[in-house]
């Protein structure tokens, strides 16, 4: 079904295995070949069905008697038997059968959610496999109450379409309409979107669009899917604009509306679109951009399209009309870039281009720091202007996943960090100006690395996987020795120990983000999205960062310093202004040297600042002195 003809309730996948006036219909694309039947297996037996030929290489046919469980594979040219490339449920994995779901079974009690805007969205990634022991869907929803505490408005799963194994980040998914077995399968998933929307969480799903696992992907074996013309770090590039591309094009769009109306994602994110290559004249980021706005449209619902890209290039959030593709918002990694050179000084690798208290205030004023001028690690011009770009456009962070599990071991901040940095790690992410992103457990300084881990088959890939992994190390100058991706070892030493939070130095971090996201959301100049009455100070020299918001009636200031000693500032405010959050208030809260700042008239003191601490300031208004949140 086109999408432009969708109406408030009538998209279905039209693809795959769905039931329509009770009988069950089979649809696949599959150019290639001849002649295509499906062997079903229901009650024990086995029958075969013949498909019939439609325009454009699609193959259809309609079966009577057939319910929810059964299981069936497609018979190309009468020799091999495949998987459905749209298959709704691998129940044995990426080379078994593909299994009948039937999506109005699902009993969802979301009917009155409707979504929050961008500008609200404060994620929690999370690794379904790691985030808790049980490793499942069902697992995710007894820590949800855990992240509502916390403040957490959205989580955004890493990918759970079906991959080789138990064990795997998600991005060698092979089947992108079908939820991994090992999670907890369509229902499962379905459960845990629907217990996140009782509880005002939006979820968001990432998906992958620029490559297909290697394992278990037969796509190939259907339809042009993928092209020579073009490689990606991860194997061959999908066809987005070659002979055939309208429906490879089509099946990619269609599994976005799949995830936004059969399981009510409220948003996706887009892994590594430049990746995703289209030299046609309407890139198919455009047209997957207009769909999900058409069905938001329709449906009443806000629902958004997220992207991943490290091409610094505006046209992906800029609005149609002014030349752009328009999605909703963009991964800044210039942002993190800039933040994790301050914290540990590291200078290698794309690490390299950064470093300079400027580089983080042009991050907070703008969005990317490259804008076209020279990277000495890519060895050319990088990045385009943001300025005019809205800072809801931009999602941040300090952690995530790509920046913590593809280091050589895994290493988060709070295994190398201290505590004071960790926390001004925290107010620099979550009092900026953009969406704030944040990775599972960093909230409380989680000791667990989070290392890269699979579960193939295939030896050789195994092995190919392994002198990959050494080899993308070598610009960062990482001597360590690499975890092997394929042992049940790597896997396990990633899962988080919440439990951890309640405790010692762990209990008074986390405690110190729910005061930071509690804050933003109390606190209107921290979460307004207008940069036009914002000011960023950087002093280079005394490597101290100072953004300024005002409205008509109120006024903050916060002040970090990423500088290892005390430092000492001009006070030229005027007015009284009383502190609200401080970062090393106490000696129990870091590095036991407090800042001696309180409050300040227009006497012009000097400010002290302790090192590598984080300060928030408002304003007092004429009115009673407003209360003071000094961390303790």
């Known amino acids: 079904m086109d999408f432009r003809t969708l109406t408030k309730a009538d998209w279905q996948l039209d693809l795959g295995a769905s039931f329509r006036s009770g009988k069950l219909q089979f649809r696949v694309w599959t150019p290639k070949a001849r002649e295509v039947a499906v062997k079903i297996v229901t009650s024990g037996k086995e029958h075969i069905l013949p498909l019939s030929g439609a325009p454009n290489g699609y193959f259809t046919a309609f079966a009577d008697g057939l319910s929810a469980g059964d299981r069936y594979f497609y018979v ?92 795997n980040w998600g991005y060698d998914g092979a089947y992108p309409f079908a939820p991994q077995n090992s999670y907890g399968g369509p229902d499962g998933l379905k459960i845990l979107v629907d217990s996140c929307h009782s509880r005002g969480l939006s979820v968001i799903l990432d998906v992958v669009y620029n490559h297909l696992g290697p394992e278990g992907n037969y796509l190939e074996n259907y339809g ?77 619902r806000n629902v958004h399209i997220i992207a991943e890209s490290d091409l610094n290039d505006v046209r992906l959030i800029k609005a149609h009309k002014a030349g752009g593709y328009g999605l909703d918002a963009l991964w800044n990694d210039d942002f993190h870039h800039s933040l994790h050179t301050l914290i540990t000084g590291e200078d290698k690798g794309y690490y390299q281009d950064f470093g300079e208290i400027g580089h983080m205030g042009k991050a907070l004023r703008e969005g990317f720091v490259y804008t076209g001028q020279y990277s000495k690690f890519r060895k050319r011009r990088h990045g385009s202007i943001s300025k005019a770009i809205p800072p809801n456009k931009f999602i941040v962070c300090s952690q995530n996943h790509d920046q913590v599990g593809n280091r050589m071991t895994g290493d988060r901040l709070s295994q190398t960090q201290s505590l004071q940095k960790l926390k001004l790690c925290a107010a620099t992410v979550i009092l900026s100006p953009h969406i704030p992103f944040l990775f599972m457990g960093e909230e409380y300084g989680e000791t667990s690395p989070f290392q890269y881990f699979i579960s193939h088959t ?28 394929q042992a049940e070892s790597t896997f396990l030493n990633s899962k988080l120990r919440i439990e951890q939070h309640e405790h010692g130095d762990h209990k008074i971090l986390f405690e110190f983000y729910r005061k930071l996201l509690r804050l933003r959301k109390e606190i209107p ?96 208004n004429g009115q009673a002195k407003s209360e003071i949140l000094e961390e303790g």
Do not use: C
Request: cysteine-free; glycine content about 6%; aromatic content about 12%.
């Open 458 to 485: 295939d030896s050789n890939l195994i092995e190919n996987v392994r002198k990959g992994r050494r080899e993308e190390f070598a610009a960062f100058g990482w001597l360590k020795e690499l975890p092997d991706p």
């Open 224 to 300: 042009h899917y993928f092209t020579d013309k073009y490689r990606t770090p991860w194997g061959k590039a999908v066809n987005f604009d070659g002979p055939y591309s309208d429906e490879v094009r089509r099946f990619f769009i269609d599994n976005a509306l799949y995830w936004l109306t059969e399981y009510h994602f409220d948003a996706l994110r887009l892994d590594a679109v430049h990746g995703i290559f289209d030299f046609s004249a309407r890139h198919f980021l455009s047209e997957l951009a207009d769909a999900v706005h058409h069905l938001k449209k329709v449906s009443g």
């Open 76 to 167: 190309l040219d009468g020799m091999r038997q495949y998987p459905d490339p749209a298959s709704r449920f691998q129940p044995e994995g990426v080379h078994g059968p593909s299994e009948v779901v039937d999506p109005g079974a699902f009993d969802w009690h979301d009917d009155g959610w409707k979504g929050k805007a961008e500008e609200d969205f404060i994620i929690y990634e999370l690794h379904a496999g790691t985030f808790t022991e049980e490793g499942t869907f069902d697992a995710i929803i007894t820590r949800l109450d855990y992240l509502v505490e916390l403040g957490i408005t959205a989580i955004d799963i890493m990918p759970v379409a079906q991959f080789p194994g138990p064990r």
């Open 525 to 620: 100049l921290l979460n307004r999205v207008d940069k036009k009455r914002m000011e960023v100070t950087t002093l280079e020299a005394e490597k101290v960062l100072m953004v300024k918001r005002w409205d008509s009636d109120n006024e903050v200031l916060s002040i970090a310093s990423f500088n290892e000693k005390r430092v000492y500032i001009p006070w030229q405010l005027q007015g009284v202004w009383d502190k609200v959050v401080e970062s090393s208030s106490t000696p129990e809260s870091g590095n036991g040297e407090p800042s001696t700042a309180t409050e300040h008239d227009d006497t012009g003191n000097l400010l002290s600042i302790a090192p590598f601490s984080f300060v928030l300031y408002r304003k007092r």
